[in-house]
């Protein structure tokens, strides 16, 4: 049976994901059979979206094995499984516009979606970290549950949802309110509310009080510090739990098998297609980028461990 994928890519900086690069790759390569994969990016139309995906996605090195297998056919064939969508996960219907979806018969299409959006600045402004890996999680099984062929709903998420724990974490799905500190119980709504609340205070202050820097900063630090309240080390992996509590509400007593994957640290391409791919600086390159420069002489560890670089944990909910 020939399978639709829609794989949400987009990130809060504009630019389409490192792991998404990856897994259009791969798809093409070991699932040629694949009948269509949809591929959201922020752009403002279907042209700016596949000009996006031409130079960003296909565009890259990283598809110079497909280029070898398929030769002078290889635009033919990514053009035929391929589609670029103008969106924005932030958005209800994720911003795809109706006509669009009415010509694609995009809900009746789709038996895979793949969710691997989110902004990953550990201190993102609150607003902008809840719109992304909170809200879009909402829009995202808003989405789902308009399609009655899917077959499965594939939610990336991050190891470090577990916080700073120590020995050994179960892996499971988080319960509504649950939190890494005790004595907390966490309310999405209201954080939601406490940022929109900051947000338009801000607004209605006037700039001579308050510079579009030092809200900036008050955004950021309020995120750091609701993190921090409830266990969470930062931002980004306090909104990511908030993500999966999300995913876990929308979805509780339905009848699509929902996948949440937690890796860790994602750095480069280890084999295939290409060895030690790598876009742009990420997580544990800031370290060897150092050590390259000279600028960072010496590194303190232990010869004795294994450094885990990407583990890959599934859960089903």
């Known amino acids: 049976m020939m399978t639709n994928v829609y794989i949400n890519m987009m990130k809060s900086t504009e630019a389409t994901g490192f792991l ?4 259009v790759e791969k798809i093409l390569r070991v699932q040629p059979d694949v009948k ?4 959201l990016v922020r752009a403002a139309d279907a042209a700016a979206a596949r000009q996006r995906v031409e130079t960003e996605v ?3 090195e990283l598809f110079g094995m497909l280029r070898q297998q398929h030769g002078s056919g290889f635009d033919a064939f990514v053009a035929e499984k391929v589609v670029a969508l103008a969106g924005d996960v932030t958005r209800e219907g994720f911003g795809v516009e109706a006509e669009t979806l009415h010509e694609l018969r995009l ?8 969710n691997s959006a989110a902004t990953t600045n550990f201190y993102e402004r609150y607003n902008e970290a809840l719109d992304v890996n909170v809200m879009g999680v909402k829009h995202m099984c808003d989405f789902a549950g308009k399609c009655p062929n899917l077959d499965v709903l ?3 998420s991050t190891a470090y949802v577990a916080g700073e724990k120590q020995g050994l974490v179960p892996e499971r799905p988080f319960r509504d309110g ?8 966490l309310d999405i709504d209201a954080e939601l509310r406490l940022a929109r609340d900051l947000t338009n205070q801000m607004e209605a202050d006037n700039d001579i009080y308050m510079s579009p820097k030092a809200k900036r900063k008050a955004m950021k630090d ?3 510090t609701r993190a921090r309240h409830f266990g969470w080390p930062n931002t980004y992996v306090f909104t990511k739990s908030m993500g999966e509590m999300m995913l876990g509400q929308m979805t509780r007593g339905g009848h699509v098998p ?3 994957v937690r890796p860790s640290m994602i750095t480069s391409v280890q084999n295939d297609p290409l060895p030690g791919w790598i876009e742009g600086t990420r997580t544990i390159d800031m370290i060897l980028i150092g050590y390259a420069k000279q600028s960072l002489s010496c590194f303190l560890a232990d010869l004795d461990l294994t450094m885990d670089i990407l583990i890959n944990v599934f859960i089903v909910i």
Request: zero cysteines; proline letters at 0%.
């Open 36 to 39: 269509r994969i949809y591929l």
């Open 222 to 224: 309020l995120g750091l």
């Open 178 to 185: 649950e939190t890494l500190r005790d004595g907390t119980r």
């Open 107 to 114: 809900t009746d299409e789709l038996n895979v979606i793949i």
């Open 58 to 60: 296909r565009g890259k």
């Open 20 to 23: 998404g690069k990856m897994l």
């Open 154 to 156: 594939l939610h990336v």
């Open 258 to 260: 929902v996948l949440i």
